[in-house]
């Protein structure tokens, strides 16, 4: 089953993991279970399901690159904005401007992972589509010590890893899978992968383009839904969504990532009070009566102009 419940990006497929960990922690730390809603939006109950289901939880990062919080009203907004800030001075992601009661219900998840190779690359043009675009090559022997295969078929169907200086974190590139099914690339590289990659060849070649993507979300379909959860039947998702930066040039990679879940209890009307616009442009009527007459005592209906001064 595919439990990455990704965006679309300009046309490309982009998943980050701050809402899996927003989302886990609503679950774990406020609901004290699995959070359901009071819907039968199938579409809705399908990113429900997912996001319930997915494996990824905090312990696939290390604790400093990553800040998780949830809790009731403005104290605890207040508090994302502040703790976030002072772990992660170099955030770009505004602080929420978000104003909730003291009931309100308020789940956060960032992360942030940079990585270096362990030999930067060289800049220069690269193709792509057959269109020529700023990339990276591998010269010479110890940028090519870079490039690990995981598993190579052919020229149009491979699997690499690139040697990182924080041995923590791993970076993969794949070419040649089903470009919609981000678990299919993932299964293969765990099918893969082991502790003794062979070296790319001395011959051989590497080059890819620089890469670059910002992407804001709201993911509307869950937006205005009820809860279902045992005493939050009362509360609805008035605002989720996610924000995730991505840089990768010949130096390295940076991933940016936050998710935020707003639950209030009061449920604002759907319908904004209707404009009224008295605008008397077309044949009207003028009636005159006294209050305490069912008659009127004088009865204009307007057609033209001819009554009205004209502007020469």
């Not at 209030?264 to 005159?288: C, D, E, G, H, Y």
Request: proline residues 4%; aromatic residues 12%; neutral net charge.
């Amino acid at each position: 089953m595919d439990h990455y419940l990704g965006s679309e990006c300009k046309g490309n497929y982009v998943w980050g993991g701050a809402m899996n960990l927003a989302w886990l922690e609503l679950n774990e730390n406020i609901l004290h279970e699995k959070l359901r809603l009071n819907t039968n939006d199938k579409v809705a109950l399908e990113m429900v399901d997912k996001l319930n289901r997915s494996p990824f939880t905090k312990n696939d990062l290390d604790e400093k690159s990553y800040y998780i919080k949830s809790g009731f009203g403005q104290e605890t907004v207040d508090l994302i904005n502040k703790e976030s800030r002072q772990k992660f001075p170099g955030k770009s992601f505004q602080d929420l401007e978000l104003k909730m009661a003291p009931i309100d219900i308020i789940s956060y998840a960032y992360f942030l992972k940079e990585v270096e190779y362990w030999t930067q690359f060289e800049e220069k043009e690269v193709l792509f589509e057959k269109e020529r675009v700023k990339g990276f090559y591998a010269k010479g022997h110890d940028q090519q010590e870079n490039i690990r295969i995981l598993k190579y078929w052919e020229d149009d169907r491979f699997i690499i890893s690139l040697k990182l200086k924080d041995g923590g974190n791993e970076l993969f590139l794949a070419k040649g899978f089903d470009i919609n099914k981000p678990q299919g690339i993932i299964n293969e590289i765990v099918r893969y992968h082991s502790t003794n990659l062979p070296l790319m060849g001395h011959d051989d070649q590497f080059e890819m383009p620089k890469l670059h993507l910002q992407l804001h979300r709201d993911y509307i379909e869950l937006i205005r839904k009820n809860l279902a959860n045992k005493g939050f039947e009362k509360y609805f998702i008035a605002s989720m969504f996610e924000n995730i930066k991505f840089d990768m040039d010949h130096k390295g990679a940076k991933v940016e990532n936050e998710a935020v879940i707003a639950a209030p209890t009061a449920m604002p009307s759907t319908q904004r009070p209707k404009v009224k616009r008295f605008i008397l442009n077309k044949p009207f009527w003028v009636v005159m009566k006294r209050k305490d007459s069912r008659n009127p005592y004088f009865v204009l209906g307007v057609k033209n102009t001819e009554l009205m001064e004209k502007i020469r």
